[in-house]
């Protein structure tokens, strides 16, 4: 089974009276451990495919499947019941709770997957931020931010793993050091997706897909 089908992707949106395609007839499948790249310029339908797979909005045509359920056209219950257990998200917004510190945001997306994994505090361990584990978010640095994000999406062991633009905001020494992180600890038996600008992000992947006007064209 394919941790991640998508298929026939349509999403439309208004402005004023006119309706603007965001994506038109995109499909996406990701095999056991794969990590694929989707590339292309501002306004390609990259982010709208991503919040389409994470069950964060609906196709307007297609459906999208994740661990073998169906994720698209859930009542909002559903696809966050679904998305809390099988789903990591990454975004540079990092997804820390201000008021929780580092460790305790780990854990609370830990107890919410309800999976397997390393515990909450070896994830840190291992991501280098032992010694921020209890500092609030907005003491951390935009490299710590980045690897405290990739924590909580990875708290519970998710089957599919999302990350968008996920090295936009850190300095390019960092920026492999959160590839190097991402590399290692993306899921085994899931999926990884990242949406990215960056060549070098985008070679780090298994597979590419490139998006232009909403369309998926040669990488």
Do not use: Y
Not at 17 to 27: G, K, N
Not at 41 to 58: E, Q, V, Y
Not at 160 to 167: G, N
């Amino acid at each position: 089974m394919s941790p991640l089908v998508a298929r026939g992707l349509h999403r439309f949106f208004r402005r004023g009276e006119v309706e603007v395609p965001a994506l038109l007839d995109v499909s996406v499948t990701c095999e056991s451990g794969e990590l694929l790249a989707v590339t292309g310029p501002s306004g390609s339908g990259k982010s709208t495919l991503l919040a389409l797979l994470a069950g964060l909005d609906h196709p307007d045509g297609g459906s999208v499947h994740v661990a073998g359920q169906r994720l698209s056209h859930l009542s909002a219950t559903g696809a966050a019941r679904l998305r809390a257990r099988h789903i990591g998200v990454l975004t540079q917004a990092s997804g820390l709770l201000g008021h929780l510190d580092v460790l305790d945001n780990v854990r609370l997306a830990e107890r919410l997957r309800g999976g397997s994994g390393p515990a909450a505090g070896d994830l840190l361990d291992a991501l280098g931020l032992h010694e921020v584990r209890h500092s609030l978010p907005r003491t951390l640095s935009g490299g710590e931010t980045a690897r405290a994000g990739l924590a909580v999406a990875l708290a519970g062991a998710p089957t599919l793993l999302l990350a968008d633009e996920p090295t936009a905001e850190i300095s390019e020494t960092e920026e492999r050091s959160v590839l190097e992180l991402i590399t290692r600890w993306r899921p085994v038996g899931g999926a990884t997706v990242l949406v990215t600008h960056s060549p070098e992000v985008a070679r780090t992947a298994d597979r590419q897909i490139r998006l232009v006007d909403g369309r998926v064209v040669a990488a």
